[in-house]
Structure formats: C-alpha cells, structure tokens
C-alpha cells in the first residue's frame, strides 16, 4: 500500500457541484499539505495542518475548504467546483522533526466543465 | 511574488551527457532546498537536498550546488539517462521557522534522447 493515498484518482464532476478530495497517509507524519499543480504553474499550496486542531491556509485557499478528521486523513473540499478548479490535485505529508522532505501522494486528476 | 523561480521550462540533452537544472530565490530567509522528480501520473518524489551550510551535496549521478550569495543552486545528473526524463522541482524552506512548508518552484521538463 502506498504511504499516501489520494481517492479518487481521476474525477470529472459539473461546475456548481460540491466535490470532495481524500488523502490518507500510513507515515504516521502529523503534517498535512494540499497543492495544485497547473501547467506553467508548478505546484501551489492550498491549505495545510500541523496538526489535527491546526488549518492553515496557503497561497490559493480561495474556493476551497479542509477537513483534518484525524491525525492520518485529510480532505479537501470544492463547495460549489468551477472550470478554473481543473487540476492536478496533490496531498502532502511531513513530519516535524528534522527531515525536511514531503511524502507527495499520487494526485487527483479533477476536471470541472 | 515568485520566490523560487526554475526561469527554464524545458530542457534536452543528450543519453551520457550532463544536464544542469537551474533554480534561483529570492527570501534571504530560506536555508533548506530540495529537489523533487515528477513522472506523469505519480507525485513528486524527493530527490537531493542540501543545507546552507554546504555549498554541494552529492548522491549517486546527482549532486547539487548552493551558491548563496547569488542565491542560486543548480542540480547536475551526469551522465544522463532516458530515464531521468520528467519534471523537477525545486524547493525551498527556512528550516528554523515553526510554520516550515516548502515553496516550490514551477518545475522545469527534462527529456534526455537516446
């Protein structure tokens, strides 16, 4: 199984729909990151949590809503999806000592139209 | 404000000969940096990284350079291989600060020929 797990991997769904990205990780990592990816655009940072009572939000929160349920699941939520939401869809985990580095799950491809 | 910038889109070399990635910052306060590879259809998977303490990092065919007062470090993949064909990114991060998360550069496309 795969450390992180990002359900589903590809969705197509109609603007004004409510749509929901899942992300489970087996790290036992207490960070959690969500990131688009857009071509020319490299990877944003949506919302992140440090831990399960922390949200944050990144660059391009707008549009977009978070769910940490527990301390290895975190959702990402398009209330009301719009055409310029279609992306590569990322969740990340890391933890807080000293290893810098993400674990980056396998992506949702989202199509909105 | 784009504080890590990969300013080359694309780049292709040829099987056996070396590429050089290019990534400059900007924030001062940055002291961590990374590179990630992306094939399509999977995530990102960490590559290198180096502190800026060291000013170059080795592993296997890849080694980074971090020349701070330019800002600006460069990954070096000698000899190059087919498969190293993908995207990379680069990261950076100020390692000291409590709210760490990585700002990412927006990738450029290697492709090595046969």
């Known amino acids: 199984d795969a450390d992180v797990t990002q359900t589903p991997r590809n969705r197509i769904t109609k603007t004004g729909k409510r749509i929901m990205l899942e992300c489970s990780q087996t790290?036992?990592?207490?960070?959690m990151y969500w990131y688009r990816q857009d071509p020319g655009l490299g990877l944003r940072l949506i919302y992140y949590?440090?831990?399960?009572?922390?949200?944050n939000k990144g660059e391009i929160s707008d549009g977009y809503s978070v769910s940490r349920q527990a301390q290895a699941k975190f959702s990402l939520s398009l209330e009301s999806a719009i055409p310029n939401q279609t992306a590569l869809y990322f969740c990340?985990?890391?933890?807080?000592?000293?290893?810098?580095?993400?674990?980056f799950g396998s992506g949702t491809r989202l199509t909105v139209v | 404000d784009q504080q890590v910038k990969q300013n080359s889109p694309s780049l292709s070399v040829q099987e056996g000969r070396i590429s050089i990635l290019n990534c400059d910052y900007t924030n001062s306060m940055f002291d961590y940096f990374l590179w990630y590879k992306k094939y399509p259809a999977e995530g990102p998977t960490f590559l290198i990284s180096?502190?800026?303490?060291?000013d170059k990092n080795e592993d296997g065919r890849f080694t980074v350079f971090l020349n701070k007062s330019a800002k600006h470090l460069s990954l070096h993949i000698v000899p190059s291989q087919p498969g190293d064909s993908a995207v990379y990114f680069c990261a950076a991060t100020n390692s000291g600060g409590s709210n760490y998360k990585l700002t990412f550069g927006k990738g450029t496309l290697l492709t090595v020929n046969p």
């Open positions: 790290k036992g990592h207490d960070r």
């Open positions: 990340a985990t890391s933890d807080s000592g000293h290893n810098y580095g993400y674990t």
């Open positions: 949590s440090f831990d399960v009572k922390d949200i």
């Open positions: 180096i502190s800026s303490i060291k």
